[in-house]
């Protein structure tokens, strides 16, 4: 596994994640790629004694006093920011001193001018240029040119620049945590080798990684490592080989902040110098720490996380007994806009048997602790990524951290999270925009003794207010009545009661009560009992479980006159409810007790009025202590068939009534509700549900879950149609709706029905509409929707028993006629000119077969008949059967076969285009034998085209080599092989740099040439020269300077003349044909430049045409060696020229429009 994150993502991707900048150390996320910053000259060895040449004084490393944000935040430098953006575009081909002229003319200070470079680089997308043609040599367009073509690094282009402002700088070798990095293993310095760069200012030394602020790596992925779940949500494992293999990730620019100037303490996370002053630490780490430290990435610290005394410190930990925490401690300010994800992968090869890995882990947060706790029910290796961002400035979750978790053993009679909420556990950002502020619970995690919970909130607005109960256990039906909330004065209770031990998920839903649509998910806890004497009884239903003023309250006008609030307390059993309601609106209400029946409290209501004030005065008399729910609904006059919920009340009476009027009417008593199934699809979202006449006084109440819905004229009517009752509703929008109906009576009391939940959800042409009834379950029932749906599936799925020859023609008849009968009987509905209407059956059973479809339809079934074929005609039957049945199998095998084949046909030819896709010459390679060794045709050319490409991406490799080696030969061939592969014309720019690179190559040979083609008697003249003229001196002293003597050992003609006596290997035409610019220091070069300044070829030839042959050969070698050190990132103008024993023998240094003169 590298530390490239997919995005899946990302995440996020990285929830992913959002392209989540990811991973990053996971498949999931985003990682910096050093592989060019290891080209030309990221592993020197020379490298120190390169950043001590040069003139700028360096002084020694030591670790900064102050913090970057106390001497850099981002505003303060906006003008710096906005200046370098502006940028002509000519000074890319401008030498580069008047590109740092123009960065960092007006600058304030050091900090300004270091930003101004910092943001040049880094503003450039360099894998995204792309031009026609060659830059002018020695710009800053060639050296980003060369950069993309892994010819130079970032690094020493940084320095150079930086040199040029005359700012101290030096590159820095060592180890970075990059895409090349594998969480827990050991520490591989040749794969992970990388530079950045250290520069001095203010007084103090500031690091900076200009590669890793600008280039990121996106969709690394590693087969080492599957992932199983992203923030609680299953990922499956039905995945392709070919998906599953290793992926390099395409890089991607992307400016990151971080890397200006970050903090040593947070640095040392990710890069590790090979000398450990470069730390900038006052207690360095050993490489060893460095590999075995928590892998914390930019985002951990952007977000101000910090490690807590108890968090894990190494990236490799261990479970206890099945379970592990990972602690992090939070930012005192801002910590409620931080948002979490996390991913979490299970090591290849390992097996998840038991159940599936999702809801197991469970984050949390409280006051300044972010805590991780996850709980393994099967024992392997797995990977935990932790993804952050901050709303208020980052746009994507990146990646912040991630741990390599070994679990020895599972934990035992572990079960998943009751539910995986999106935005995690305990008040966060949405709780906070919602206008809610927890008084008494601040952490996701509450633990009960005797499973009641009583939560509340500061409100900063009105707000509505809904909740949820989940359980692995129970329905959410069920559980319901264990839960209610009431709004009121400024503040918000939830009130919990669990009905047994065990872990359940509180779902909290809020918004502000004016704002109409969907109301979000903004709080969510997790609240665990391990009580096993608990058992709470249920509320009285309670509307939405929420007391007080309902949403509709004010769009239809009705106001509570003498109890505003949502609890009521009485001594005497009786209390009365004043409302005032506009005109054309009147009032109902739903009285509901645990223990009894909705139809047993219709004689304990007393409805008067309205009034000519619109006063409606609801007496209720309850019959005994205990708790009782009063629902008030209201129905406008131009719309009858419709109710709206306006306020609820738990009402609480401590007296037991001898006089109340206790009906002893139940449900039970009622013509059963229709059952539903096999509902239709309509592209209008029309739903009807027929009743039968028995039913009186109906109305309907018709809302979207967990939704703050207008008021809508129509979208629920009633209609006798012969012996039934017709409902329809209209539920255009996408969504889970809520269909209650209810009887009334003349004194306005309600009774519930039943409900129906109606499933409208979209496809390409059409919403699919599911509905299905809500019996109303008691306490302790279970139920399971999941269970239900598999069941009709299974019952409509089966099939009547097979016909064999044992039946007649007869009987065969029969059984299509009753296989017509029972499918027409199955999907009766009524005559419906409409076909956009969904229509539920009226189903007619007797009363003691409500339930019992199944058996009726079992009845049908084929009786069985007396065999009358003989034995031997039996066997041949039999075996003519198995004799079919085996031509069958062999069938569906070669079938089975065929489909294989054609299966990996297509896993070949997309492996090919994947690896096309990826660009990576080893990858293809494997992805072409492959497709070869298959033997498939290649009918759509993928192959083709892939051995193209890779002779195209060897080939052009080949030529970034060749230009790095910068041998004649060696380039002449890479050139030749390019130009054979160059089809889509794609590397036209690097031949036209190579063919550049090798011209100057070959005139560089040409001089080598013309020195070993001279004659013997030409440099016996040279030498026989007694006191030369001067120009022939210090021509033949810079030669000798280049072949490796020092400037002592020439100052003297007489010793240049010994030399120039030498003969065998010690010859002077030997010692040049051996001559390895390669090995030539810059400063030795820039002395032999220096000391030949005074004469140009001219004057040299006039006085020696031997020595003119000199010097042209030795301006060259000068030129070669300089053209190397820039190409590599180096900066002539400061490095100083080599001198014996720091003075000159030839005169002393003068700028390069000052000549030397004279002689030592």
């Known amino acids: 596994m590298g530390s490239g994150a997919s995005t899946n993502n990302k995440t996020a991707v990285r929830p992913k994640p959002s392209e989540t900048n990811g991973p990053s150390s996971s498949n999931s996320g985003i990682e910096n790629d050093d592989k060019a910053a290891r ?65 960092t003319e007006g600058a304030s200070n050091d900090v300004a001018k270091v930003r101004a470079i910092f943001q040049w680089i880094a503003s450039i997308d360099i894998h995204g240029m792309g031009m026609d043609s060659l830059p002018p040599q020695k710009t800053p367009l060639e050296y980003l040119l060369k950069i993309k073509w892994n010819m130079g690094n970032h690094a020493h282009l940084f320095f150079s620049l930086c040199r040029l402002a005359q700012l101290p700088c030096v590159i820095v070798n060592g180890i970075n945590k990059s895409a090349a990095y594998e969480i827990g293993r050991p520490v591989d310095k040749r794969r992970m080798a990388a530079q950045w760069n250290a520069v001095y200012v203010d007084g103090e030394w500031r690091l900076m990684d200009v590669f890793w602020a600008s280039s990121c790596v996106v969709g690394r992925t590693s087969k080492e490592w599957t992932l199983l779940d992203i923030d609680g949500k299953i990922v499956s494992d039905d995945r392709d ?71 894990l410190k190494t990236c490799m930990v261990k479970s206890n007994n099945g379970e592990i925490d990972i602690p992090f401690e939070l930012p005192a300010l801002d910590a409620i ?7 979490l992968y299970r090591k290849a090869g390992g097996s998840v048997a ?81 206008g809610m502020t927890p008084l008494t619970h601040d952490c996701g995690l509450v633990e009960t003794e005797d499973g009641c919970v009583e939560m509340k909130f500061r409100l900063k607005k009105d707000v509505s207010l809904l909740q949820s109960l989940l359980s692995n256990k129970m329905d959410e039906k069920v559980l319901e009545n264990f839960v209610i909330s009431r709004v009121e004065n400024g503040e918000a209770f939830v009130t919990v009661r669990l009905p047994k031990k065990g872990e359940y998920a509180l779902k909290l839903f809020a918004n502000d009560r004016n704002d109409e649509g969907d ?78 029946d909705d139809s047993a409290f219709e004689n304990c209501l007393r409805k008067t009025g309205p009034n000519a004030g619109g006063e409606t005065s609801l007496e209720i008399t309850l019959p005994k202590a205990g708790e009782y729910s009063a629902s008030i609904y209201a129905r406008r006059t131009e719309d009858p068939d419709r109710i709206y919920n306006v306020h609820n009340y738990l009402i609480i009476s401590k007296a037991d009534r001898s006089d109340a009027d206790v009906s002893n009417k139940g449900l039970n008593e009622k013509p059963e509700m229709p059952d539903v199934d096999k509902p239709k699809v309509t592209h209008k979202g029309t739903v009807e549900i027929r009743l039968p006449k028995s039913f009186e006084n109906l109305m309907a109440e018709l809302q979207k879950k ?30 889970e709706y809520l269909l209650t109906l209810f009887e009334h009576t003349e004194s306005g009391a309600l009774s519930n029905l039943g409900t129906y939940t109606v499933y409208s959800e979209p496809m390409a042409s059409a919403p699919v509409i599911v509905v299905s009834q809500e019996d109303k379950p008691g306490y302790g029932e279970q139920s399971s929707d999941k269970d239900e749906l598999e069941s009709r599936i299974s019952e409509q799925s089966e099939e009547p028993p097979p016909v064999t020859n044992q039946m007649s023609a007869e009987e065969k008849k029969k059984l ?26 009226l189903m007619e059973l007797p009363p003691n077969d409500v339930g019992k479809t199944e058996n009726v339809q079992e009845d049908r079934s084929v009786p069985q008949t007396t065999p009358f074929l003989s034995e031997e005609d039996e ?144 440099i016996a003249e040279i030498r026989s020269y007694s006191n030369p003229p001067d120009a022939v001196h210090q021509v033949m002293a810079a030669s000798y300077l280049l072949l490796g003597l020092t400037e002592d050992q020439v100052k003297e003609w007489r010793s240049v003349q010994a030399f120039m006596g030498k003969t065998g290997r010690e010859s002077l035409k030997r010692k040049v044909s051996q001559f390895n610019v390669e090995k030539l220091a810059v400063d030795v070069a820039l002395r032999a430049k220096e000391i030949m300044a005074r004469f140009s070829k001219e004057e040299v030839h006039d006085v020696s045409a031997g020595a003119a042959t000199f010097y042209v050969w030795a301006q060259g070698m000068i030129a070669e060696c300089e053209s190397r050190f820039t190409e590599s990132g180096g900066d002539l103008s400061t490095v100083r020229p080599k001198t014996a024993r720091g003075k000159s023998a030839f005169g002393e240094r003068k700028p390069k429009d000052q000549p030397t003169q004279g002689w030592a």
């Open 875 to 1018: 066997r041949k039957l039999r075996e003519l059967e198995e004799e079919k049945k085996r031509e069958e199998q062999e069938k569906q095998r070669r079938k089975e076969a065929k489909k294989a084949l054609a299966e990996k046909r297509r896993m070949l030819n997309s492996k090919l285009k994947l690896a096309m896709e990826s660009k990576d010459p080893n990858e293809l390679a494997v992805a072409i034998k492959e497709f070869e060794d298959s033997g498939f045709p290649d009918n759509k050319n993928n192959l083709e085209k892939a051995k193209k490409m890779l002779m195209l991406l060897k080939a052009k490799s080949d030529l970034v080599t060749a230009m790095s080696v910068r041998e004649v030969d060696v380039l002449e061939r890479a050139i030749e092989a390019g130009e054979a592969a160059n089809y889509n014309k794609s590397l036209n720019l690097e031949l036209a740099y190579a063919k550049r690179v090798l011209e100057h190559l070959r005139h560089i040979e040409k001089l080598r040439h013309d020195i070993l083609n001279l004659d013997q008697k030409t």
């Open 706 to 735: 967990n939704s703050n819905d207008p008021v809508k004229t129509q979208q629920v009517t009633l209609r006798e149609d012969g012996g039934e009752y017709i409902v329809r509703i209209e539920v255009p929008d996408e969504g």
């Open 337 to 343: 806009n931080v948002k979490f994800r996390y991913m």
């Open 354 to 434: 038991g159940g599936q890995m999702d809801r197991f882990v469970f984050y949390t947060r409280q006051g300044k602790t972010l805590n991780y706790n996850i709980r393994f029910p099967v024992a392997g290796t797995f990977r935990l990524d932790i993804f952050g961002q901050d709303i208020t400035k980052h746009d994507s979750l990146d990646l912040c951290c991630a741990y390599v978790i070994e679990c020895p053993e599972p934990k035992r009679n572990v079960e998943p999270l009751p539910d995986n909420p999106v935005i995690g556990w305990g008040p966060g950002a949405e709780t906070e925009d919602a």
């Open 519 to 596: 109301i979000p998910n903004v709080c969510n806890y997790l609240i665990r009992c391990l009580n096993d004497k608990v058992k709470n009884e249920p509320y009285p239903h309670v509307h939405n479980g929420a007391l007080g003023k309902g949403n509709f309250a004010s769009k239809l006008g009705v106001v509570p006159l003498n109890y505003p609030g949502g609890l009521i307390e009485t001594d005497d059993g009786q209390c009365t409810l004043q409302f005032r309601a506009p005109k054309g609106v009147e009032l109902f209400c739903e009285i509901h007790s645990a223990g009894l």
């Open 39 to 103: 080209i030309n000259g990221a592993d020197t060895e020379n490298q120190k004694e390169e950043n001590e040449k040069v003139s700028v004084k360096i002084p020694p490393p030591c670790p900064p006093v102050t913090r970057k944000v106390q001497v850099f935040t981002k505003v303060l430098f906006k003008d710096v920011d906005k200046k370098v953006l502006k940028a002509p575009k000519d000074l890319m081909v401008k030498p580069f001193p008047e590109l740092i002229q123009y960065l």
């Open 241 to 311: 080989d070919y998906e599953e293999g290793d992926e390099e990730g395409e890089t991607h620019h992307r400016i990151n902040e971080f890397y200006f100037m970050p903090d040593p303490d947070q640095f040392i996370f990710t890069h590790f110098p090979n000398d450990q002053k470069w730390q900038l630490l006052e207690k360095p780490l050993t490489v060893d720490e460095f590999g075995q430290s928590m892998y914390a990435r930019e985002m951990f610290w952007n977000l101000g996380l910090k490690l807590a005394p108890n968090s």
């Open 816 to 841: 299509e006629e009753e296989k017509k009968l029972a499918a027409n009987e199955e999907l009766h509905c009524s005559h419906n000119d409409d076909p956009d209407i969904e229509t539920i059956p």
